[in-house]
Antibody
Framework: EVQLLESGGGLVQPGGSLRLSCTAS????????MSWVRQAPGKGLEWVSG????????YYADSVKGRFTISRDNSKNTMYMQMNGLRAEDTAVYFC???????????????WGQGTLVTVSS | SYELTQPPSVSVSPGQTASITCSGN??????ACWYQQRPGQSPVLVIY???KRPSGIPERFSGSNSGNTATLTISGTQAMDEADYYC?????????FGGGTKLTVL
């Protein structure tokens, strides 16, 4: 059974940092691209960042480019998101999602975690 | 940046057919997929590569994509299909989601 478990969310002040983790099980982790998708309270889905199965190719939404860094450790079946310079508008539930492909254009996210809440507030 | 536009809401009677559209420039040249999200739950992929259903998704869910519009069709809509639906495509090294459509079954 595929499982994705996010952790690392919490309350942080504007300008602060957080590191999210997504631990995967039940599939060959290194063979699939992964993404972070967020959802602000009462709002729609927003793709944040993606990373290829090998970890050598990364993609970012313009809204987080230069502030967030995605990475993965395939030996630990874990993906990370280092979030720096956090803003109030980054407040959201952050989901990790498994892609159907190894690299390149997403073919759909077929498994999602339960999400972790990030709140940016003073 | 690329944008996908969905109607905010669609209503359908039980047993009838619901259609949810997703519009974007030359969307038919890209693959579209669709997600269902019930309140308080994570999204679920219901259609990928325009027309394909993942394992476990009922046959009443179908998709199409041509020109500038992708469409999710739910035939014989059931009360359990009431949810938010999002389209998604890939453009210029980024995934893009539509704004979402709230499907009401009444």
């Amino acid at each position: 059974e595929v499982q994705l478990l996010e952790s690392g969310g919490g309350l942080v002040q504007p300008g602060g940092s957080l590191r999210l983790s997504c631990t995967a099980s039940g599939f060959a982790f290194s063979k699939y691209a992964m993404s972070w998708v967020r959802q602000a309270p009462g709002k729609g889905l927003e793709w944040v960042s993606g990373i290829s199965g090998g970890g050598d190719i990364t993609y970012y939404a313009d809204s987080v480019k230069g502030r967030f860094t995605i990475s993965r450790d395939n030996s630990k079946n874990t993906m990370y998101m280092q979030m720096n310079g956090l803003r109030a508008e980054d407040t959201a539930v952050y989901f990790c999602a498994k892609d159907r492909v190894l690299v390149g254009a997403s073919q759909g996210f077929d498994y999602w975690g339960q999400g972790t809440l990030v709140t940016v507030s003073s | 940046s690329y944008e996908l536009t969905q109607p905010p809401s669609v209503s359908v009677s039980p047993g009838q057919t619901a259609s949810i559209t997703c519009s974007g420039n030359k969307l038919g040249d890209k693959y579209a997929c669709w997600y269902q999200q019930r309140p308080g739950q994570s999204p679920v992929l219901v259609i990928y590569q325009d027309t394909k259903r993942p394992s476990g998704i009922p046959e009443r869910f179908s998709g199409s994509n041509s020109g500038n519009t992708a469409t999710l069709t739910i035939s014989g809509t059931q009360a359990m299909d009431e949810a938010d639906y999002y389209c998604q495509a890939w453009d210029s090294s980024a995934a893009v989601f539509g704004g979402g459509t709230k499907l009401t079954v009444l």
